[in-house]
């Protein structure tokens, strides 16, 4: 079990950055693959960014990509979306996950938090 907690949601003109974070508690961090998710009202919920167990690999959706930047600490327990260049297209509810298994489904999720670009 892992309990995940986001923080760093907001209101931002367009152009304007913010940097989510995803706090994990429970079991051990570094055994899980990460990934954040956003659902914007009438939507589904996409995945805009993935990370493996240490690191090393990330993947993002196009629409995100060369703007979001995800990252992890393990020693802090933390996984981390960087946000730049952001548009009124980007408002969601940002969430973030935890799978234990590189292709499998994610298990474990966070709360979510609002995060709102004004143009």
């Known amino acids: 079990q892992v309990q995940l907690v986001e923080s760093g949601g907001g209101t931002v003109q367009a152009g304007g950055s913010l940097r989510l974070s995803c706090a994990a508690s429970?079991?051990?961090?570094?055994?899980?693959?990460m990934g954040w998710f956003r659902q914007a009202p009438g939507k589904e919920r996409d995945r805009v960014a993935g990370?493996?167990?240490?690191?090393?690999?990330?993947l993002y959706a196009d629409s995100v990509k060369g703007r979001f930047t995800i990252s992890r600490d393990n020693a802090k327990n933390t996984v981390y979306l960087q946000m730049d260049s952001l548009s009124p297209e980007d408002t969601a509810v940002y969430s973030c996950?935890?799978?234990?298994?590189?292709?499998?489904?994610?298990?474990?999720w966070g709360q979510g938090t609002q995060v709102t670009v004004s143009s």
């Open positions: 996950a935890a799978r234990d298994k590189a292709y499998g489904p994610y298990v474990y």
């Open positions: 429970g079991r051990t961090f570094s055994s899980y693959s």
């Open positions: 990370i493996d167990k240490s690191g090393r690999l990330t």
